[in-house]
């Protein structure tokens, strides 16, 4: 079998440049030199790759998630009145941020579609990197359901919705084909936690659409998210022996158990207008998955030794769960319902402002050399 496509092994582009000119036949210093200088000129655009677009998916959940707590509707016995007691410019601020971040993402994307194409053709082809090519069109969703100057009823909402999501649409044409119709892409084969991101880019296509009352066509990317995630599910928790070859620096994806049925209980609240039985099944297995996995943290140990962008990933799961609690306190209005909102609430934002600070005093180790993502930056 042709594993080429599902190599996690690690690759220093500048080893691999040294390699290049060690092994040519010199017919020229110039000529020798030329990989060099053109990996010393793109090595950020070669190392860097949509896995970096975890951040902008962790700063969009939290900007729902401030924007959810500080509506009138929030239960007035928990962290409503805390948040609504902030000024405004404080939401605002947290918005423009992840706008701002996930711009930036974004165009350093484009310029590593343009200069680094064969580079992002082997991303496409890996089985856990194609996964967070959803990432930045579900940042863009979030970050249009909490717009603090758009309503769902405007047509410009309207527009950026179906921009936001026919890629989406595209994307599951294009994966979910390959998992049940080309035999090296089958999902028994490429089944891994990353996976559920493709899930989650259609509940929140969903949720969008129900909050502007396109009932029909969130039913429809609820049906083909649902669907999916109980046969992911069903496979992830089959795995054959060895199918696994998650690196331990990517295990915090892990953490997706339960972000998907997290955004399912908000997608089919936003639906059916209520959280209703289902909602609180979801939202009840989220719980135990999200229980099952704080309970193990040694299996989260290596991925902790070093920070990594993929530290990342620890956020927006647990903003999701956050935002799922609020809307079942909301719904059964009780003390125990709002303790838990809170304290998954703060732990939400705990952690986020932990990875902004990490980030910020380690942004040398935000494009390390052995990213189990990184792709050869010449063609061969």
């Not at 936001?164 to 390959?178: E, M, N, R, T």
Request: glycine residues 4%.
């Amino acid at each position: 079998m042709d594993t080429s496509s599902h190599s996690l092994k690690p690759f220093a582009a500048s080893s691999v440049a040294a390699g290049d000119v060690a092994a040519s036949t010199k017919p020229s210093a110039a000529a020798s030199a030329a990989p060099v200088v053109v990996v010393a000129r793109f090595g950020m655009l070669t190392r860097f790759h949509a896995g970096y677009f975890r951040i902008s998916l962790a700063l969009s959940g939290q900007a729902l998630l401030w924007r959810t707590l500080s509506d009138s509707s929030t239960d007035p016995r928990a962290l409503g009145p805390v948040v609504r007691s902030l000024p405004s410019a404080a939401f605002v601020l947290l918005w423009s941020l992840a706008l701002l971040t996930l711009v930036a993402l974004c165009a350093l994307y484009a310029a590593r579609c343009l200069l680094r194409f064969p580079a992002v053709r082997a991303e496409f082809r890996h089985h856990v990197a194609m996964n967070y090519l959803f990432a930045p069109w579900i940042s863009w969703l979030l970050l249009l359901q909490s717009a603090p100057f758009l309503r769902p009823d405007a047509r410009s909402y309207h527009a950026l919705w179906w921009a936001f999501s026919l890629p989406i649409l595209a994307l599951d044409v294009k994966i979910y084909g390959q998992w049940f119709t080309r035999g090296r892409k089958f999902l028994s084969m490429v089944a891994n936690p990353a996976s559920h991101i493709t899930v989650i880019g259609n509940l929140v296509t969903a949720r969008a659409a129900a909050k502007m009352g396109w009932h029909e066509g969130a039913v429809a990317m609820f049906a083909v998210g649902a669907a999916h995630y109980l046969v992911l599910f069903v496979t992830l928790y089959q795995r054959f022996l060895g199918s696994d070859s998650l690196p331990a620096m990517l295990r915090p994806v892990f953490f997706l158990f339960f972000a998907a049925p997290s955004m399912a209980s908000l997608a089919w609240d936003a639906i059916s207008a209520s959280f209703d039985t289902c909602c609180k099944m979801l939202f009840f297995l989220s719980l135990f998955l999200f229980a099952s996995l704080v309970s193990r943290p040694a299996l989260f140990k290596r991925a902790m030794r070093r920070f990594s962008v993929a530290w990342w990933a620890y956020s927006f799961p647990l903003t999701v769960l956050a935002l799922a609690a609020a809307e079942y306190a909301q719904e059964v209005r009780e003390a125990a319902a709002s303790a838990l909102m809170l304290a998954l609430a703060v732990l939400s934002v705990a952690v986020t402002l932990a990875l902004m600070v990490f980030t910020a005093l380690r942004t040398n180790d935000l494009l390390p050399h052995d990213d189990p993502f990184s792709c050869p930056p010449l063609a061969r």
